[in-house]
T-cell receptor, first 114, second 110 residues
Framework: ETGVTQSPTHLIKTRGQQVTLRCSSQSGHNTVSWYQQALGQGPQFIFQYYREEENGRGNFPPRFSGLQFPNYSSELNVNALELDDSALYLC?????????????FGSGTRLTVV | QKEVEQNSGPLSVPEGAIASLNCTYSDRGSQSFFWYRQYSGKSPELIMSIYSNGDKEDGRFTAQLNKASQYVSLLIRDSQPSDSATYLCAVPHSNYQLIWGAGTKLIIKP
């Protein structure tokens, strides 16, 4: 059974550009959650997708958007990149939407905006 | 705004001693609590979960929960240099998201 995989592992973008991050969920999992972790801080919830629909969203602007595909893999898209978007982006998949059981994360994507 | 608070550290502990990490939370209705370990440059790894008041032991790790005081702690016995990492406390909120503390950096000195 494979775990959660994220790609790419590292990415450097210029301010104003757009970026797409990818997450392949663990086999049997239908829910994907995305978090942003700035340096020295705890992760911040961006949004969750369940069966291809957004199931909840944190305090992030609309330029952060996502998709979930029929195979339950997911994309995070960020438009009009800002310097403050530099962070580790984490994806977690689960077989249920509730956070009461904890999440297992992929290895993350380190985004640097210059 | 629901909050989770941790001392940022660093907490320096001699090898072989007990490391004690603390976390307080603001939501009295919280039912489950998680400790994650994060090595530098890596993603958080779930190491302990606790749902009931009292202690829960798993190997060298013990999680302690006191809901009346809104306090959860993690004890690491016989600390090893490989335990050096940032430890993050997380609490569910709104059913589908985790609220996180900023983490405590733990340094185990040989």
């Amino acid at each position: 059974e494979t775990g959660v995989t994220q790609s790419p592992t590292h990415l450097i973008k210029t301010r104003g550009q757009q970026v797409t991050l990818r997450c392949s969920s663990q086999s049997g999992h239908n829910t994907v959650s995305w978090y942003q972790q700035a340096l020295g801080q705890g992760p911040q919830f961006i949004f969750q997708y369940y069966r291809e629909e957004e199931n909840g969203r944190g305090n992030f602007p609309p330029r952060f958007s996502g998709l979930q595909f029929p195979n339950y893999s997911s994309e995070l898209n960020v438009n009009a990149l800002e310097l403050d978007d530099s962070a580790l982006y984490l994806c977690a998949s689960s077989s249920r939407t509730e956070a009461n059981y904890g999440y297992t994360f992929g290895s993350g994507t380190r985004l640097t905006v210059v | 705004q629901k909050e989770v608070e941790q001392n940022s550290g660093p907490l320096s502990v001699p090898e072989g001693a007990i490391a004690s990490l603390n976390c307080t939370y603001s939501d009295r209705g919280s039912q489950s609590f998680f400790w994650y370990r994060q090595y530098s440059g890596k993603s958080p790894e779930l190491i302990m979960s606790i749902y009931s008041n009292g202690d829960k032991e798993d190997g060298r790790f013990t999680a302690q929960l006191n809901k009346a005081s809104q306090y959860v702690s993690l004890l690491i016995r016989d600390s090893q240099p490989s335990d050096s990492a940032t430890y993050l406390c997380a609490v569910p909120h709104s059913n589908y998201q985790l609220i996180w503390g900023a983490g405590t950096k733990l340094i185990i000195k040989p």
